[in-house]
């Protein structure tokens, strides 16, 4: 019987040192900081190829909303703007024969001048050339009108083709973060509108352990101190290097989980605790701490 009662009592002792000599100080639940991806653009969803608990990396395309209108809508877009470019080679040319057409005026206005002079000319075809000058001058400056007019007509083209490719990017649908995804809201081939959530993903390789202190363990937590976290595994713990992320500066009562009445209506602090993740750390998985 004696040796009955050695082996229990061994058993108990082994069983109380293979969890640990330290106890917790704080107890919380693990979170992550999941974001919500939703639809940037309207249309029929033509590829949604992922699927929940699939790893995403941060830039990869998951999914296409379908652009057969604005790839339709560019189309007519540069078609248009192929027309005004012909319009500015026109008033190139214009502006080119005009020049063109003054230097050899001018040549024959000194020419001229010079037969006055010598009073083998009239003064008539003289006046007749500087007639033609302004002329030639008032078509280059028409020509020049012209030309910005048209480039103008360009800058707008171009600017709704800005439009029109920025709109064409949104209808791809592009993962932000490496992560994991969480929840898929959509099916491919659906209808989709601008606003609408299609799948929530989360970075699952740090977890956040949210535990609830008191005001008398408050004074000596700090912002970057390391901390032992640990997870329970049956008749032992998992632990973890931790290191304090934020400490709330407002005190708030003991929350629910917490279910003595005595307990509840104390005042204690948050405190979030970042701890890198091998896979074991689950979230809504409770977890507690050594600070």
């Not at 009955?4 to 082994?14: E, K, N, P, R, Y």
């Not at 027309?83 to 020419?111: C, F, H, P, W, Y």
């Amino acid at each position: 019987m004696k040796q009955l009662l050695s082996i229990i009592l061994a058993a108990l002792v082994l069983y109380g040192c293979s969890k640990s000599d330290k106890a917790a100080e704080a107890y919380g639940t693990f979170e992550a900081t999941d974001i919500l991806v939703a639809a940037e653009a309207t249309g029929k969803l033509l590829s949604f190829v992922v699927s929940e608990g699939e790893m995403l990396q941060a830039g990869q395309q998951v999914g296409v909303i379908d652009t057969t209108m604005l790839a339709l809508q560019k189309q007519e877009l540069l078609a248009q703007r192929q027309s005004v470019t012909s319009q500015m080679a026109g008033a190139d040319a214009q502006i080119d024969m005009a020049r063109q057409k003054l230097e050899n005026l001018q040549i024959d206005l000194a020419r001229v001048r010079n037969m006055v002079q010598d009073e083998a000319a009239t003064q008539k075809q003289l006046d007749d050339l500087i007639g033609a000058q302004k002329v030639l001058h008032k078509q280059i400056a028409a020509a020049r009108a012209q030309k910005q007019a048209v480039m103008a007509q360009l800058a707008a083209l171009d600017a709704k083709k800005a439009l029109i490719d920025e709109q064409l990017d949104r209808c791809r649908i592009i993962n932000p973060i490496d992560g994991t995804m969480l929840e898929k809201y959509v099916e491919a081939f659906e209808m989709t509108a601008v606003g609408r959530p299609l799948y929530k993903i989360a970075d699952l390789s740090v977890m956040t352990l949210k535990v609830y202190v008191s005001g008398g363990q408050l004074h000596a937590l700090k912002l970057g101190d390391a901390c032992t976290v640990r997870i329970d595994d049956g008749a032992k713990y998992i632990e973890y290097p931790g290191r304090i992320r934020w400490v709330s500066d407002k005190a708030e009562f003991t929350p629910k989980i917490i279910q003595t009445k005595e307990e509840r209506v104390n005042l204690v602090y948050a405190v979030k605790i970042d701890v890198k993740n091998d896979g074991a750390i689950k979230i809504g998985m409770p977890g507690e701490v050594i600070f």
